[in-house]
């Protein structure tokens, strides 16, 4: 009996978050592949490829399929294409304004990864947070409009879910002091959110490691950012600001966060041997 093949990996990364809008959009619109293929006269390969991001769409075929999907939105379309017209480049970026694509890019790679890096030193990572803890934050910013808070709440424990899943990934958060200290000052949610961190670390495959403040004295390392080691594009760097977010798979810029990240473990410690939660002061 021949041995089952895995699957082909993506041809890029922007052909990987372009095949799972239109998988969404498929969706959405009530189509399967095999239906969907057939409306367009393609082979159901073809779709499939498309879909999986194993193969470049052009730009002709990603319009007729998103008529066929009747996606007619003019923002998302313009984004669909322009994200297929340059699927060689090794970066993504999304602004979170005009459009709903993307919204699940993150939520995506995280759980196609085996091995996921978070480092957050001035806060804690969203993917840690309890959801009453998550949903304060929300409320109490001034970025976030109101009434996307029900779709941010539900994304949020989309991604939470991989931390429990039968397969988890290993996952590695490198944090400081200062981190916990920031969700200290939320006195409703913070014992439930504490509890939750050692919760999480006394999994075996959750790795949460405190920082010395005195490393954040280097302003480069103020930066958040992510690195996730997926199974259909190999490693990818996530970087987020307020409003946007960031994707590559440069080669040059992944080795740059792996030296930062092995050189970051060296000034760690777990977070259980933590008995202090009160700030440090970060020298001039």
């Known amino acids: ?70 996606h007619t939105h003019r923002t998302d379309r313009d984004q669909l294409l322009a994200l297929a017209a340059d699927h060689h480049t090794p970066h993504h970026w999304h602004d979170h304004h005009d459009t709903g694509l993307y919204a699940h890019t993150l939520t995506d790679l995280e759980h ?14 969203d993917i840690l947070h309890t959801p009453d803890y998550y949903h304060a934050l929300l409320t109490a910013s001034p970025l976030v409009p109101a009434d996307t808070i029900p779709t ?37 949610t913070f014992p439930d959110q504490l509890q939750h961190l050692y919760t999480l670390a006394s999994a075996p495959t959750i790795s949460i490691r405190v920082l010395n403040l005195p ?13 996730l080691h997926t199974t259909s594009r190999a490693e990818v760097v996530h970087l987020p600001t307020h409003t946007a977010n960031l994707y590559t798979e440069d080669p ?33």
């Open 1 to 70: 009996m021949p041995n089952r093949r895995d699957p082909s990996p993506a041809h890029t990364l922007r052909t990987w978050i372009l095949g799972r809008e239109i998988r969404r959009i498929m969706t959405d619109a009530g189509h399967t592949n095999n239906d969907l293929a057939r409306l367009l006269g393609w082979h159901p390969a073809t779709l499939s490829r498309y879909v999986n991001g194993q193969r470049h769409i052009p730009p002709a075929d990603l319009v007729h399929l998103l008529i066929a999907c009747r």
């Open 215 to 227: 490393a954040l004295a280097s302003p480069h390392l103020i930066t958040p950012f992510g690195l």
């Open 252 to 284: 040059h810029t992944i080795r740059t966060y792996e030296t930062l990240l092995t050189d970051l473990a060296a000034e760690t410690r777990p977070l259980g041997t933590l008995t202090d939660h009160r700030p440090q002061r970060i020298p001039a």
């Open 152 to 188: 941010r709440l539900a994304a949020h424990r989309a991604r939470c879910q991989l931390l429990t899943r039968k397969t988890p990934p290993a996952v590695t958060v490198i944090l400081s002091n200062l981190a916990l200290f920031t969700a200290a000052n939320r006195d409703k």
């Open 112 to 125: 196609d990864s085996t091995a996921i890096t978070y480092y957050t030193p001035t806060s804690l990572p």
